[in-house]
């Protein structure tokens, strides 16, 4: 299984999340009039672990977790309840493997053309790749 599913269900499943955006979370692009609040994910590197013989199955992935609200309580309140969820997490989630998730940024948004705020998190993952 890929870690974009273990990492949908993770925040759909997650109570504090889903109490903000119920199932409103995106793989890389929102929909077209997206209701807010909501979060997409989006890979935007992988690194595969080797050994001298190649692969070993693990991967560290970036991940970009974007957060939007309407209003800037909201959105805190949700790039809060994304990172409680995330950050340092390891476990497994629907038979993916995950050894860490941490933290690296965070940048926080004001769309003038949407009228929308947005925080931007970017995490490290580190996976087994079954």
């Known amino acids: 299984m890929a870690v974009e599913e273990a990492l949908y269900s993770r925040l759909t499943s997650d109570v504090a ?13 929102l929909p077209q009039g997206p209701t807010l609040p909501c979060v997409t994910y989006t890979r935007v590197s992988t690194v595969a672990d080797m050994a001298h013989d190649g ?9 970009q977790i974007d957060a939007y609200a309407t209003t800037f309580e909201t959105i805190r309140s949700l790039a809060d309840a994304v990172r409680n969820c995330l950050n ?43």
Do not use: C, F, K
């Open 88 to 130: 340092g997490y390891s476990g497994t989630v629907l038979s993916t493997v995950i050894h860490a998730v941490l933290l690296d940024d965070q940048v926080n948004e004001w769309g003038d053309l949407l009228d929308v705020w947005r925080i931007t998190q970017d995490y490290m993952i580190h996976w087994r790749r079954i």
């Open 17 to 29: 999340v889903s109490a903000l955006v119920g199932s409103r979370v995106y793989n890389t692009r």
């Open 55 to 63: 692969p070993v199955g693990y991967e560290l992935a970036r991940y």
